[in-house]
C-alpha cells in the first residue's frame, strides 16, 4: 500500500482502528501526521487527538502503558480519537508484548496510528498482527501524480505536464517540492499552469536544470559550469543532482536507438556515483566532477 492508499483513508476518515505507517522520508511521515490532524476539529483536538514521540525525551518517562490508556479512554466528544506513536522502531521488547495484547482488543472509539521511520524490523513486522499496514514511501516516478493528487486535496487543479515540469526544475525532493507547491497555491488561481513556475519557483533564476543539461549537450563547458555557478547559489547538491537525474531520465525514456542506449546507461552510472559521493560528502564537489566527465562523455557519443 502506497501514500496513495493512506489519503484514500484519510477520505474515509481512518475508520479501523489500527495503522502502522512506514516510510524512510521524514517528510512523509509528518505530512501523515498534518493529515490525520487535519480530521480533527481545532476545539476537539486537545480531547481527540494526541501525539507521542518514542525519541523524545518526555517519552523516556512516560511508561508505553500510559499511551495505551489514552487510546483506551473515552473521547468526551462524539468524534473519533487519533493517537499517534511516532518512532515504534525504538519500541522496547517489553512494549512491543504489550502492543500485541492491545491489538487483540482494540479500543472501538479510537484509531491507533504507529508510525515507523526507516525500514520495518522483521520482529515488528511479524508481531503486529491485525494492523493495517501502508508505506508511504513514494517512488520517483510516481512523484507527478502524488503532486497532483496534493493539489486536488486543497482544492487545485495540476495537470500531469505543469507536475512533471515542477519536478523537472525543483529535482525529487519532497520537503522542497511541497513548499513550492505551497508558494504556487498562493498564486491566487485555482488551475496551476507552467507560467506560474516560471514566474514564482524559478523566479529571478537566470538558468533552470534544463539550460544546463541542453548545454551540457551541446559540449559548452563554458557555458555549463557558467550555469552551474548560478544554479549552486540556490540549490543544494543533492536536490540539484535529483533534477538531473530526473530530466535525464524523461530523456531516456523518449529515446529508442542502441547509440542513446549505451549513451543513457552510461550517464545513469556516473549520476549514480555523484549520488553515492553527494550522500557520503554533503558537498558540490561530486556535482562538479560529474558535470566534467558528462561533458566528455558528449564528446564521445
Known amino acids: ?26 517528510f512523509l511521515l509528518t505530512e501523515a501526521v498534518s493529515l490525520i490532524k487535519g480530521l480533527v476539529p481545532e476545539g476537539e483536538r486537545d480531547f481527540n487527538f494526541h501525539s507521542f514521540d518514542l525519541l523524545s525525551a518526555e517519552s523516556d518517562k512516560l511508561p508505553f502503558e500510559q499511551i495505551l490508556d489514552v487510546v483506551n479512554t473515552a473521547s468526551f466528544f462524539a468524534g473519533r480519537k487519533f493517537v499517534i506513536v511516532e518512532n515504534v522502531q525504538k519500541l522496547l521488547k517489553k512494549d512491543i ?3 500485541e495484547h492491545y491489538l487483540l482488543n482494540p479500543a472501538g ?22 494492523i493495517k499496514q501502508i508505506v508511504l514511501d513514494i517512488r520517483e516516478r510516481d512523484m507527478a501524480a502524488w503532486l497532483q ?36 497555491m498562493l498564486a491566487g488561481s485555482a488551475k496551476i ?33 557558467k550555469i552551474y555557478n548560478v544554479l549552486k547559489q540556490t540549490e543544494e547538491p543533492y ?16 529515446s529508442s536507438s542502441p547509440g542513446d542506449r549505451d549513451y543513457y546507461g552510461r550517464v ?10 553527494v550522500k557520503s560528502s554533503g558537498s558540490f564537489y561530486p556535482l562538479e566532477l560529474l558535470l566534467v566527465r558528462l561533458l566528455r562523455l558528449s564528446r564521445k557519443r
Open 193 to 225: 499552469e507552467k507560467k506560474d513556475i516560471v514566474e514564482l519557483v524559478e523566479g529571478k533564476r537566470t538558468y533552470s536544470t534544463f539550460a544546463l543539461i541542453d548545454a551540457i549537450r551541446a559540449r559548452d563547458t563554458e557555458k555549463t559550469f
Open 268 to 277: 545513469f552510472e556516473l549520476l549514480h556515483e555523484a549520488d553515492v559521493a
Open 1 to 26: 500500500m502506497s501514500f496513495r492508499n493512506f489519503t484514500d483513508e484519510i477520505k474515509k476518515g481512518l475508520p479501523s482502528s489500527n495503522y502502522l505507517l512506514v516510510s524512510s522520508d521524514y
Open 97 to 99: 508484548q504489550k502492543l
Open 109 to 130: 472509539g479510537s484509531s491507533l496510528i504507529l508510525l515507523n521511520a526507516g525500514t520495518l524490523k522483521k520482529e515488528l513486522k511479524e508481531r503486529l498482527k491485525g
Open 149 to 184: 493528487e496534493r493539489a486536488r486535496l486543497k482544492g487545485f487543479e495540476l495537470s500531469e505536464d505543469t507536475a512533471s515540469y515542477l519536478l523537472g526544475v525543483t529535482g525529487p525532493d519532497l520537503g522542497m517540492l511541497s513548499s513550492e507547491l505551497e508558494k504556487l
Open 239 to 254: 536536490s540539484l543532482l535529483g533534477a538531473l537525474n530526473w530530466q535525464y531520465g524523461q530523456s531516456a525514456g523518449a
